[in-house]
Every structure is written in C-alpha cells, then in structure tokens.
C-alpha cells in the first residue's frame, strides 16, 4: 500500500519539479505572471481601485511608481475594514483564518487570509520544498513512514471577525488535506495546542513509541529541546538509532549554522538532508533547492512579486526599488513583497543577498534593525531599552550603555542572552536587578516569555557589569570616536560579544 502511495506523490510531485525547472529556465517570466495574476485578480476590490489596478494590467511598468511602499501600519486601515467584515478590501476573497504575529514595536499584527491564499502561497511552497528533494533523490519515500509536526498555536476566535486566529504554521498544519493527515504525527489537535512545554512532553512520548519518521521540520532551537526528550524516553546514541528511515530536515525561523553541528550529530546519515526554507505569516519566499548550498533558490509562483531596495539606500529613506530583473549580487536588499493575500509593496523587514542571479538564489543575512532572534524570540532594541530602564527605575540605578548577545543551545543545556552593561549607578542587588530585568522582557516580548516558560528553551539572562567607560574604549580601539558612533546594543551573533568580553580579558 505505501508503494502505490509514494508512487502516485511521485506523479503528483512532478507538476511542481517542472514548476520548479521553470525557475531555471525563464525566472522572469514567471516574475512578470505573478504581478499579472495579483493585478488582475484583485483589481475590482477596493484598493485595487483605489490604485487602477486595470491600468496597471496594461501598463505593469507604472506600479512601483502608482502603488506607494506600505509597511504593516499602512495596510492596518485597510486591514480593519476587512476585520469589520467589510469584503473586498484588499483580497478578491473571503477571509477564513486571521494569521497572527509580532510586529516591529512587539504588538502583535493581524493578516487576514483565505483558503485559496494558504493553498497558493503556503501550501504550494511547502510542495515546491518537497519537489526540491525530489530532484536531488528521486525514489526518497517521504511517506514510506510518518513525517513529525510541530506547530504553533491557535489563539481563539477574533473578537470582530469572528475567524480563527493563530501563527501561521498551525493554520498550514489545520490545511493539510485529508488525505495526506494520517501520515503525520501528532494530531492536528496536539499539533496546534498552545503550551508549548506541555505540547512538547506529549509529543516526545507518542515520537518515542513511533518505529520510523521520515521528514521532520521546524525552528531549530524548538526541535532540540524535543529531541533531547525523544533521547531521554527512547534511548540510543541518536536519532537515527530511535528512527532509522529518518531523511530530512526542513528548518527555518533562525539561522542555522551556529546548530548544524550538533544536529549533525543527532542524525549522523550520510544521505541525510537539511533542507532550509523561507516560509513567514506573510508568505513562502525560498527554499535550499541544492543539498550542498547554503543558500535557498528565490520561490516565484508561491504568490509572491518582489521589488528589492538597497540596505545602504533604504537606510536613508531613499525607497526607490529594483525588480527582479534589476538585482546585484552581494548587494544587501531589503525585500518588499506584493502577494496574492492583499499586501501591496510592503517591506518584509528581512536583509538579503543573492547569491546567484542564474538561478535567483539568496541568503538572508539579518533584519532591517538590531535584533537578538536566536530562538524564535524576536527582541527588539526598543523592548529591550524599555526593559532595562524599568529594571533600573525599580532598582534605583542608571546605565551608560550595554550589549546583547546570543548564548547557543547545547545538547543537554538551555540557551540564553548575555547581557554586558556598563552602569552609571550600580544596584543594591545584582541579582535582584538581573531577576527584574528577565521579567520586564517577558513583559516586553511575548515569545521570549514563551521561550523562557520553565527554563525550557532558555534561561534567565547572563549579567557581566564592565567597567565604566569600557564601551567608550571599545569604540575608540576601532577607529569610532564622536556622537556618530555608539555601541551596537542587541547582536544576533557573538562577534561583538566575543570582542567585548576578550578586550574585558585583558
């Protein structure tokens, strides 16, 4: 019976392998035929009105120039409308799920979307994943066995709209045909429930029990708490000695490098795939089409048309845009995005390069401001000021200045931050500080609260106190003196930090 399965996937497959050999062969045209289908599709609602969207069918030529560049607080008006229940707004179609997210101040955003939207954008690129490993191995047995999910969660009903609303891979998980459902674990139910430490216990014993998983996937400093579980409750040396027939590894979410190591560890194969993807609430943009680059082939049938700003341009507020067409590689690109779902021009807020223009390949090398997102938490410069000037004010304490950086995830031992600040005024209690400052950014940041639930992802921040004036120093040692440099505060890598801490050394 499994035969007769993966061999019709494998038929089914091969609509989108030639799909994908069309990335290959004429990327532009494709580029050209997405913008054509949005316009089209969405020209009678009311923005495509507002805008001449028929216009534009005849003229593509004019959008940049007719269609401003929106980031998410510009689309919130329309936004509103379609969560009023006002339809046609910014889609041709009726909403089904309101995806939810953070956004750039930590409040959360709402993107409504329809069924079609997650078929043509999501689902379709979680297809066009699948093709990609099938070119590299044509007789892999992706259902041979079951393929593990870990998703997010579903946070009720919107109050107005009155839709289920939730991170986006738990409506992608809700969406997987019916008939492909029995070939993955846990249950839809399980897969989707919120709390997440919880989720995960019970995830760990029904995967111990499983003999065989195929493809597994998620956010990687998720997936190593659960493994160290599965470990613990099934035994063996690793993961291939709990599963065997265990091939691939789709990951996202954060950079993987500083975790291939250990995860090369846990799934020692020598024909085992770790298979990066670019998959956000707002859309599946990439995916590691060659097992052996480190960079993912630019999606573009999944729904999207991009535009891309250079970093240095965009800092100045310079938005003037090039297509596709017009990119250059290792040139750092803001990423904007016109979709299928109803967003129009809006700043993706991901920094990238690419890596080949024949095909388009790109690796993502940061956001559009200073970030720490080594697990999934998404901290902020804003949350994190906001915090430590609430720990001060309890506290009675003033700082000059502080860096923040990632501590990585080991086998066997929880992440954190490390936290370098250089106060003005030192508190009465380090500690007492240190434990007011992990909750104010628990208050701050609903996923480093998430992250940080039990110790189970990480744990509570490293605190060095440096000398004052030691970040002056620092500047002044690399050539940046004067109020136009100041200290780099939040870094999602350990250069700074390392520097920092050899310079503290010494």
């Known amino acids: 019976m499994l035969k007769v399965v993966n061999t019709l996937f494998r038929t089914y497959i091969g609509r989108y392998r030639r799909e994908l050999q069309q990335h290959y062969d004429e990327p532009l045209r494709l580029q050209r035929k997405q913008l054509a289908d949005i316009l089209a599709r969405h020209a009678d609602t009311a923005f495509g009105q507002e805008h001449d969207f028929e216009r534009l069918l005849r003229h593509p030529e004019e959008f940049a120039e007719r269609v401003p560049i929106r980031t998410y607080e510009a689309h919130l008006p329309y936004i509103n409308r379609v969560l009023e229940g006002e339809r046609h707004v910014l889609s041709a179609d009726d909403p089904?799920?309101?995806?939810?997210?953070?956004?750039?101040?930590?409040?959360?955003?709402?993107?409504?979307?329809?069924?079609?939207?997650?078929?043509?954008?999501?689902?379709?690129?979680?297809w066009m994943s699948l093709a990609c490993l099938y070119e590299k191995d044509p007789d892999i047995q992706v259902f041979s066995t079951k393929n593990l999910l870990i998703g997010g969660s579903f946070k009720g009903r919107h109050p107005k709209i009155d839709l289920m609303q939730g991170d986006i891979s738990a409506i992608i998980i809700q969406s997987i045909p019916r008939v492909m459902r029995s070939f993955y674990i846990p249950d839809l139910e399980l897969a989707t429930s919120p709390g997440y430490e919880e989720k995960i216990a019970r995830i760990a014993e029904i995967a111990a029990e499983e003999p065989g998983i195929t493809v597994l996937g998620g956010v990687p400093t998720w997936n190593l708490p659960l493994y160290r579980k599965i470990l613990d409750l099934a035994g063996g040396d690793s993961m291939v000695d709990v599963w065997p027939e265990a091939r691939v590894f789709k990951h996202g979410g954060v950079n993987f490098e500083p975790y291939r190591a250990?995860?090369?560890?846990?799934?020692?194969?020598?024909?085992?795939?770790?298979?990066?993807?670019?998959?956000?609430?707002?859309?599946?943009?990439?995916?590691?089409?060659?097992?052996?680059?480190?960079?993912?082939?630019?999606?573009?049938?999944?729904?999207?048309?991009?535009?891309?700003?250079?970093?240095?341009?965009?800092?100045?507020?310079?938005?003037?845009?090039?297509?596709?067409?017009?990119?250059?590689?290792?040139?750092?690109?803001?990423?904007?995005?016109?979709?299928?779902?109803?967003?129009?021009?809006?700043?993706?807020?991901?920094?990238?390069?690419?890596?080949?223009?024949?095909?388009?390949?790109?690796?993502?090398?940061?956001?559009?401001?200073?970030?720490?997102?080594?697990?999934?938490?998404?901290?902020?410069?804003?949350?994190?000021?906001?915090?430590?000037?609430?720990?001060?004010?309890?506290?009675?304490?003033?700082?000059?200045?502080?860096?923040?950086?990632?501590?990585?995830?080991?086998?066997?031992?929880s992440g954190s931050h490390h936290w370098l600040v250089e106060f003005e005024e030192l508190p009465a209690s380090l500690s007492s500080f240190a434990e007011s400052l992990d909750l104010a950014l628990q208050e701050a940041n609903y996923n480093y609260k998430a992250k940080r639930s039990n110790d189970f992802a990480i744990h509570r921040q490293e605190l060095t106190v440096v000398p004052k004036g030691f970040f002056r120093t620092w500047l002044k040692n690399r050539g940046k003196q004067g109020g136009q440099h100041k200290v780099p505060r939040l870094a999602n890598h350990r250069r700074y930090l390392e520097s920092m801490l050899g310079e503290l050394g010494g």
């Open 96 to 126: 089904d799920w309101v995806a939810t997210t953070s956004g750039t101040t930590g409040a959360t955003k709402y993107l409504p979307l329809s069924n079609r939207a997650v078929r043509d954008i999501h689902l379709k690129g979680s």
């Open 262 to 413: 250990q995860f090369e560890a846990l799934f020692p194969r020598e024909d085992f795939i770790f298979q990066e993807i670019y998959n956000a609430t707002e859309g599946f943009f990439g995916v590691q089409d060659k097992d052996e680059l480190r960079s993912m082939l630019l999606l573009l049938n999944t729904g999207a048309y991009y535009e891309f700003i250079p970093w240095d341009a965009y800092k100045l507020d310079d938005l003037t845009s090039v297509p596709l067409s017009g990119v250059k590689l290792d040139v750092t690109y803001v990423m904007i995005i016109t979709t299928e779902a109803g967003l129009y021009r809006y700043p993706m807020g991901d920094l990238l390069q690419f890596t080949e223009v024949d095909p388009y390949r790109i690796k993502i090398i940061g956001r559009t401001q200073e970030f720490v997102n080594a697990f999934g938490e998404d901290l902020l410069r804003s949350e994190a000021e906001g915090a430590i000037l609430d720990a001060c004010t309890r506290h009675d304490c003033s700082i000059a200045d502080f860096h923040v950086a990632p501590v990585y995830i080991e086998l066997g031992k």
